[in-house]
């Protein structure tokens, strides 16, 4: 029987690409693969494709190209705004990188590592920990999520502040383009300026030009010494004064630094089984600091204390606590990983991927707050993230014993202030979440036409025939 807009011969043809074990038609396989971690989109697909090898990649596109069938990358399934769901009209196809999921090579020499488009990232950390390396990225989703995923969104997590996001953590790529071709960019140069920079048109790209198959990553040496703080605070300016004595005192030995308010802790500690409150008293705000140095672990002892104790003498820290184990940094940070989904109990919850220069998260915390207060009032603001590097997670709870529903159903209004705030500030809407669907039309609004028409013509170059991940990002008519 013929699907509407893909007839079953193609549908054969495609699955005689990868085998018949390595398909999946049944829409009890396929539901967990249609709907994104917090249920704002649910799409539909007729098959999911598991290719096996970049050859094989390579033969569904020409195929997709010829044909002008629809596909969706997808490797782990975690984005937040619906890039890697299906759209609903049932014609798109599912390109799966699970099973291209090896390591490839780890050069501790050269400090890279090697690996395909499906390695998990919590296999890539470990396979540079057996060489007492450090591959740097790390993310809550980090048993689930594969290293494709994480370019194609310039994936950023909690260590941007040392060492960058999937940007500059990324040497080389193996991409296969919609015509079914294969660019093998697999270079290994720190230094290489011949020509246009193609790699970094397919990192963030959202696999809206091509399929990442493979890629050379950064590592860097382990880190000797390491230590975790929490500290106490009274506001966000406080927090931000105490990120700038810490960026001066610690250098690039300072790798994390994130805000966390009192509500957040209170989420967790009461939905995360085994995360406790680490200080005797609540704060309005909290500090999460991590040094890491590369040359003795009594340095970076030397260093948590100075800084702690300069914020005691000073008033600006309230109180603190340093962990004396790794579990207890890992406690630590359990806590602030944790506090989106300690949010889920709370109900009904409107969240924000923003970043804004840092000196301006004061100012953009106090505004934002006021401006939801006055349309939500009993609104549950749970504002987090990574202040070292500007990017506020600005997440908003319904009121206590609001109707979820109508709650959800002003997201786009509530998106619209926050992001108005933001935008003022010269910030941006989407820090390190991507765009997917949740944030075409938007983008297209706010970003300058002649950038629009730029995204345009290199999405046009790539894919002709519009047939990778369509609807994401930039909209093609």
Same mark, same amino acid.
């Given at each position: 029987m013929d699907l509407p807009g893909i007839s079953s011969d193609i549908l054969s043809r495609f699955a005689a690409i990868v085998g018949p074990a390595n398909v999946l038609r049944s829409a009890e396989d396929i539901a967990p693969r249609l709907v994104e971690n917090r249920g704002l989109y649910r799409g539909a697909s007729p098959m999911i494709l598991k290719p096996g090898s970049?050859?094989?990649?390579?033969?569904?596109? *020409?195929?997709?190209?010829?044909t002008r069938t629809p596909i969706v990358p997808q490797t782990g399934n975690t984005g937040l705004v619906g890039g890697q769901v299906p759209r609903e009209s049932g014609t798109d196809l599912i390109l799966s990188l699970e099973r291209m999921n090896r390591i490839l090579d780890v050069d501790p020499v050269a400090n890279v590592l090697a690996a395909e488009g499906g390695a998990i990232l919590a296999e890539v950390q470990h396979a540079a920990q057996s060489v007492q390396r450090l591959f740097p990225l790390s993310l809550g989703s980090e048993g689930s999520c594969r290293i494709g995923g994480n370019l194609s969104t310039n994936a950023g997590g909690t260590a941007v502040l040392a060492y960058g996001n999937m940007r500059q953590l990324c040497l080389g790529l193996e991409v296969v383009l919609p015509t079914g071709e294969i660019w093998d960019g697999m270079r290994r140069l720190k230094k290489d300026n011949t020509g246009y920079d193609l790699r970094d048109l397919f990192i963030g790209a959202e696999g809206t030009l091509g399929i990442i198959t493979?890629?050379?990553?950064?590592?860097?040496? *382990?880190?000797?010494?390491?230590?975790v703080a929490l500290a106490g605070?009274?506001?966000?300016?406080?927090?931000?004064?105490?990120?700038?004595?810490?960026?001066?005192?610690?250098g690039t030995s300072l790798t994390g630094f994130e805000l966390m308010p009192r509500i957040g802790v209170e989420f967790t500690t009461r939905h995360i089984e085994g995360v406790r409150?680490?200080?005797?008293?609540?704060?309005?705000?909290?500090?999460?600091?991590?040094?890491? %140095?590369?040359?003795?672990?009594? %340095?970076?002892? %030397?260093?948590?204390?100075a800084l702690l104790e300069w914020g005691l003498e000073t008033g600006l820290v309230r109180?603190?606590?340093?962990?004396?184990?790794?579990?207890?940094?890992?406690a630590l940070w359990h806590m602030r990983e944790s506090m989106s989904d300690a949010q889920?109990?709370?109900?009904?919850?409107?969240?924000?991927?923003?970043?804004?220069?840092?000196s301006s998260i004061p100012p953009f915390m106090e505004a934002a707050d006021a401006a939801i207060m006055a349309a939500i009032p009993g609104a549950r603001i749970c504002a987090f993230g990574h202040l070292g590097d500007g990017n506020i997670h600005y997440n908003i709870s319904q009121p206590v014993g609001a109707d979820k529903a109508a709650f959800l159903a002003r997201w786009h209004e509530i998106n619209e202030i926050v992001h108005g705030i933001v935008l003022s500030l010269n910030g941006s809407i989407s820090a390190e979440h991507g765009i997917g669907q949740l944030k075409r039309d938007e983008l297209a609004r706010i970003r300058p036409t002649i950038e629009i028409d730029l995204m345009r013509r290199i999405k046009r170059a790539f894919d002709p025939a519009n047939i990778m991940n369509p609807g994401k990002v930039i909209a093609i008519e």
């Open positions: 970049t050859r094989e990649v390579a033969d569904i596109l *020409q195929l997709a190209t010829e493979g890629a050379v990553l950064k590592l860097f040496p *382990q880190p000797v010494g390491r230590q605070l009274a506001s966000p300016a406080d927090a931000l004064r105490l990120f700038e004595k810490a960026s001066n005192l610690c409150d680490p200080l005797s008293e609540p704060h309005p705000w909290y500090a999460l600091i991590d040094i890491s %140095t590369s040359d003795s672990a009594e %340095t970076a002892e %030397t260093m948590v204390h109180d603190a606590v340093i962990a004396n184990s790794v579990a207890q940094q890992k889920k109990p709370e109900g009904g919850s409107i969240k924000h991927d923003v970043s804004v220069p840092v």
